[in-house]
């Protein structure tokens, strides 16, 4: 393949292409980014981690955030179903954790400005344009595709990045996507006005609630704006044979912290549904091309890590590009360097979540103690630092020990969660 007419197609206008589209386009590379959706577009994934802040500034979008007027977050509360124990991080209380305050926002305001920003900054984009066929070899990159009135098109490029978020276009294609049989899920969520906010700071937290084998999150997301969802096995969702509706409601009587704030709750939107399954694809990089967030790979969104792991992916991914550019080389060894920079990354989430299922987890998490300052590792971690080195590292090995120990010679007292009428 020959006669490229951009140096980067990027394929999917979400954070993760956005964020890679707008640093190539600002260090000068011509980048095109096809959109299959018209934005602004509804989007879930609302809460933000503190270190998208860096991500943000280093992108010059914090300006255009800030007036954007999203809610902020200091913290994640954690609480059991049955109302009888609970805990709040604050990140700034996190002795490692350099980044204090995060955004809470709507996906399909925010996922806008972050493409209104990638074209501002140079990057031509195409709203509308569905990509069908991406093909990739030493040579270059050639990307087939049609607009919403139809005409089809095809365009040529040096490299090619995936973000193509769940959808998962090229690790689909090349047949390396797989999924992880323990965290099969699935989502039911909706926006709702009216919701009992704690007072002050707080009134910005995310707010999980965990059920035995199920968990509620409430995202405050605007002005008297809340999302609020429930995950739970895509098997027992089914088995229920019931509407999403009926769905919901059965487990927010069951969740009291849920039920209190939902007490005189108006509903805003429909129920959506959507799967949640974790999946990481085998590989995250190709000839040419690299995959960057949710193409890459999904992790439950237990801890809101979806949106800050696929900018900072795209930003790892961008930088991988503009070396092999500026190199004139085919990326392929600076790609392996940003496989293994993002599997560490991703790994760090996936234990977490993995662990938060169990309720040994549970029972350290909702009493945090600080000895050798380990809920400071755990609150930076839950911050988004991937950086933290040796000193957060043994201490997540030391937290996760711990769990184990818990479930063999509990130290800490056990909970049981409630039964479900
Ligand atoms: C139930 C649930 C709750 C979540 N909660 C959170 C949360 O609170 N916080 C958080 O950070 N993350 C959360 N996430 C995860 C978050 O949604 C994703 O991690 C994040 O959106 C990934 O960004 P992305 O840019 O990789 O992909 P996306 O945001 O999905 O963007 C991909 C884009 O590619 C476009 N596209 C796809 N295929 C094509 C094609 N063939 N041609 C052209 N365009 C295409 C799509 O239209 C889309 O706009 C949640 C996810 C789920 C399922």
Redesign the pocket.
């Known amino acids: 393949m020959s006669d490229d007419a951009f140096d980067v197609i990027v394929?999917?206008?979400?954070?993760?292409?956005s964020c890679a589209a707008t640093m190539l386009a600002r260090a000068g590379r011509r980048v095109l980014l096809?959109?299959?959706?018209v934005f602004p577009?509804f989007?879930?994934?609302?809460?933000?981690?503190p270190y998208n802040h860096a991500i943000f500034e280093e992108l010059g979008l914090l300006p255009a955030l800030r007036h954007a007027g999203f809610p902020t977050k200091r913290g994640a509360q954690f609480h059991l179903g049955d109302g009888s124990k609970g805990t709040a991080f604050v990140f700034r209380n996190g002795r490692f954790t350099r980044h204090p305050e995060a955004f809470q926002v709507e996906r399909s305001r925010f996922?806008e400005i972050l493409l209104r920003h990638a074209a501002a900054s140079g990057a031509e984009v195409r709203e509308g344009?569905?990509?069908?066929r991406a093909a990739n070899d030493a040579e270059g990159v050639e990307v087939e595709?049609t607009a919403r009135d139809g005409a089809a098109a095809t365009f040529r490029a040096r490299f090619l990045v995936d973000?193509?978020?769940?959808?998962n276009?090229t690790g689909n294609r090349d047949g390396v996507r797989e999924m992880n049989p323990k965290l099969r899920k699935l989502?039911v969520?909706a926006h709702f006005s009216g919701v009992r906010l704690d007072p002050g700071g707080p009134a910005g937290d995310t707010v999980i609630v965990r059920l035995e084998n199920k968990w509620f999150?409430l995202?405050p997301v605007g002005d008297d704006k809340v999302s609020v969802?429930v995950?739970m096995d895509r098997d027992e969702f089914a088995a229920a044979k019931s509407t999403p509706a009926a769905v919901f409601e059965r487990w927010r009587d069951a969740a009291l912290p849920v039920k209190a704030r939902l007490a005189d709750a108006r509903r805003l939107t429909e129920y959506h549904v959507?799967s949640?399954w974790s999946y990481s694809n085998r590989s995250f990089h190709g000839p040419r091309l690299v995959r960057?967030?949710?193409?890459a790979g999904?992790i439950d969104?237990i801890f809101?890590?979806?949106?800050?792991?696929?900018m900072h992916s795209a930003r790892i991914a961008a930088r991988a590009i503009l070396d092999a550019l500026a190199r004139r080389t085919d990326g392929s060894e600076a790609f392996r360097r940003y496989e293994t920079r993002m599997r560490a990354a991703f790994g760090i989430y996936s234990e977490m979540v993995g662990e938060f299922y169990t309720t040994p987890f549970m029972e350290l998490f909702l009493e945090p103690r600080n000895k050798w300052d380990l809920a400071s590792a755990v609150n930076a971690v839950l911050a988004g630092e991937l950086e933290g080195g040796w000193r957060l590292r043994w201490r997540m090995r030391l937290f996760f020990l711990l769990v184990r120990l818990q479930a063999r010679r509990p130290f800490m007292p056990r909970i049981a969660f409630a039964p479900v009428p």
Do not use: K, M, N
Request: charged content about 20%; proline content about 4%.
């Open positions: 394929i999917g206008g979400g954070p993760g292409g096809l959109e299959r959706e577009r989007h879930i994934g609302e809460s933000l981690l996922d344009f569905s990509v069908r595709g973000a193509t978020g769940r959808d276009l989502a969520f999150w995202i969802g995950v959507t949640d960057v967030g949710d193409a999904f969104p809101s890590s979806g949106v800050f792991l696929a």
